[in-house]
């Protein structure tokens, strides 16, 4: 007997590769009622796990992109008055002609 599968459960599926494929661990976390309405209003009670999931990636390359952004932004400050003095110099010799 082959089962029929409707095309915006694939598509769903498609693009939720990365939730499909990968390992998963059952857990139990609290959330509070406010937030579990909001995000029963977002997606289907079956599709919760893979809503929270991709939510808290999201959150993480956000986190770990301003940690990083952080870290390059110290470094730049640490030689922006070399940068500048050589920024000038430059300009110097570009003025006089």
Request: net charge positive.
């Amino acid at each position: 007997m082959c089962c029929v599968v409707p095309r915006s459960v694939l598509r769903d599926m498609c693009n939720k590769w990365w939730y499909y494929s990968s390992m998963k661990v059952k857990t139990s976390i609290t959330l509070s009622e406010e937030l579990l309405t909001a995000i029963g209003s977002e997606v289907d009670k079956r599709m919760r796990s893979a809503f929270i999931e991709e939510a808290t990636w999201r959150y993480l390359k956000t986190r770990r992109r301003a940690v990083r952004d952080q870290s390059e932004l110290k470094k730049i400050n640490s030689t922006s008055s070399q940068l500048n003095e050589e920024a000038f110099d430059v300009l110097e010799y570009q003025v006089e002609e």
